[in-house]
């Protein structure tokens, strides 16, 4: 749960989807026992299945209200991103994690696991921190050319308080002979 945001930017995951930021909050994702770091290499066959999110916010006096949004910003190909911000994910918390607790919430937009048709691709976690109680919002009427940014705007979410993200490609297929 490293809140340095180096990776996030020669990740170019700070410049493509969000701004720069000061991580403020602890974002840890898990796919069964494997934790998510910055740039690592994950199967789109071990991520088919939500992960595990969990947020520790150690400067919580008050409670405090997330969403969380995995975009792809590389649909449907790196070289020519043409459907970018793929979004696989949008759940806006309904527990309000302090110190030590997992994050909860109904999904907006339920999980779609990694799917890259080509190249590698990022698959990108942004958590923000709701401004005051729930927020209300509904799905978008396409996964494909959403805007991390804007959205984050709209709902005067501010800033990021975390992210972190990995890189997938198409796996090989079984080869018949």
């Known amino acids: 749960m490293a809140r340095s945001i180096d990776p996030l930017v020669v990740g170019r995951v700070v410049g493509d989807v969000i701004d720069m930021f000061v991580p403020s909050v602890d974002l840890a994702v898990k796919y069964t026992s494997r934790q998510v770091s910055n740039g690592c290499q994950m ?89 005051c109680g729930p927020l209300i919002v509904c799905p978008p009427s396409t996964r494909n050319n959403f805007n991390t940014r804007n959205f984050a705007a709209e709902h005067g979410l501010g800033l990021p308080v975390a992210a972190t993200y990995f890189n997938a490609q198409k796996e090989p297929g079984n080869r018949r002979r």
């Open 43 to 131: 199967k789109p066959s071990a991520t088919a299945l939500a992960p595990n999110i969990e947020v520790v916010d150690h400067n919580a006096d008050n409670v405090n209200l997330f969403t969380l949004i995995m975009t792809d910003p590389d649909a449907p190909s790196p070289s020519e991103p043409s459907m970018k911000e793929w979004v696989h994910w949008y759940v806006p918390s309904s527990l309000k994690p302090h110190n030590d607790q997992t994050a909860a919430g109904k999904e907006i937009v339920p999980y779609m696991g990694p799917r890259p048709p080509i190249g590698i691709h990022r698959y990108i976690f942004v958590l923000f921190k709701q401004p």
